[in-house]
């Protein structure tokens, strides 16, 4: 009983941008955006115990996702585009402009035989075939160039 009345607990409410608490799964789940030195934002979540549990957890994945926001070594081109486009582009173009981005890079990369390749093992010559190929009247002059 004395773990029923904990669960129903009221949970602290907190300033706005600084997060916010939830039950979830039996657990107290706590969520917040950050943002990140590039000035994109990333929304993280962390499940704990307590509420305590959960700030400690919180600053702990913070700092992580800080740090971690380096595009790893062994990354597919496809990948590695994708993160680029997340990374630096999100917050610098319009969300309609973003996502014909994104759109572009999904079907135009994505389905080049490029894309499974690690984009550090591929030559200016890989590159320059993927938009020879591509400027074959196959794509639009406007996917060429976003290309």
């Known amino acids: 009983m004395d773990s029923k009345k904990s669960l129903e607990k009221k949970l602290p409410k907190l300033p706005y941008g600084e997060g916010s608490f939830t039950r979830a799964k039996g657990k107290i789940y706590f ?8 000035g994109s934002k990333k929304e993280i979540g962390v499940f704990g115990d307590t509420v305590n549990a959960c700030i400690k957890k919180m600053k702990e994945k913070e700092t992580k996702t800080k740090k971690a ?3 790893p070594n062994k990354e597919t081109l496809i990948n590695a585009m994708t993160w ?12 309609t402009s973003f996502k014909r981005l994104k759109d572009t890079v999904r079907c135009r990369i994505g ?7 690690r984009y550090q093992s591929l030559t200016s ?9 591509a400027n074959n009247g196959e794509f639009s002059r406007s ?3 976003k290309i």
Do not use: F, G
């Open 111 to 117: 389905e080049s035989k490029y894309a499974n390749d």
């Open 69 to 71: 926001v380096v595009a």
């Open 125 to 133: 010559d890989d590159l320059q075939k993927l938009i020879n190929s």
């Open 143 to 145: 996917s060429i160039d």
């Open 84 to 95: 680029w486009l997340d990374t630096y582009k999100k917050n610098k173009v319009s969300p």
């Open 31 to 38: 969520r917040k955006t950050i943002v990140l030195d590039d």
